[in-house]
């Protein structure tokens, strides 16, 4: 009887040692658990910061970029900036493509050709070449870039149905007889490309398009807003990785 006593004791001091771990050990994972959870609510908002900022200066290197190739090509931005921006934006809709992807291949177009005109002219058959889907957007550029300037064999070696003009017409060929001839078959080839594609797929990418809008709205602000504000929010994030460490 008092062995059996002296068990039961035993197995009750164990129990209660248990259940105090046990709770000890609750609430110490309670707190990692609160801080694991604040942890990652807070690297959710930076990330969307740190891809909004990131959408926001990509838009403004490309806008810049684009700006001085087209001053370089003898164009006053001053004068046609806001119609060549409303073409990149009627592409960008067209091609459902983001709007500084549209300006690179622009700028693409305009560093082959040095004709901003022109260039402006075929980005919606830079689009449609690149929707579908042999190509992507630079590539496209450059190839109606090339266009452009009439290199029947260097477009050739990439389209094969511009490869038999070399033959058919000849070395008496003009320059704009070329060009006219190998944007033809482009067109007749990939126009309205982007509107062939699936269904699903436009939807998808209209959706990816806008989404890029949002982020690069709220980029806009927080580069707006200045260094002060995305300072805070690096110091929040060495705070986190300090308490992790």
Known sequence: SDELKKI???????????????TAFSGAAEQVAKYVAGYFAFTKVIGFIKDAVEASVEAEKAQFRLTRQVEAAGVAWDVWGGDIQAAIQAASEYGRVQDQEVSQALRRM???????????????????????????????????????????????????????????????????????????????????ATQKVPAATR????????????????????????????????EGVKTWRDIFE
Do not use: C, W
């Not at 039961?8 to 046990?22: F, L, T, Y």
């Open 110 to 192: 305009i560093l082959v050709t040095n004709d901003v005109g022109g260039s402006v002219k075929n980005l919606n058959l830079v689009m449609d070449i690149a929707a579908e889907g042999s190509f992507e957007l630079g590539q496209a550029a450059t190839i109606v870039g090339q266009s452009m300037e009439g290199q029947v064999r260097t477009v050739g070696m990439l389209v094969p149905e511009v490869r038999k003009l070399a033959d058919t017409m000849g070395d008496n060929a003009t320059q704009s007889e070329r060009v006219e001839a190998i944007l033809g078959i482009l067109h007749q080839r990939f126009d309205d």
């Open 8 to 22: 039961r004791d035993d197995i009750g001091e164990v129990s209660s040692k248990a259940e105090k771990s046990g």
């Open 203 to 234: 939807e998808y990418e209209l959706f990816k398009l806008e989404m890029n809008k949002v982020l690069q709205a709220f980029g806009d602000l927080f580069v707006a807003l200045g260094t002060p504000v995305l300072h805070t929010f690096n």
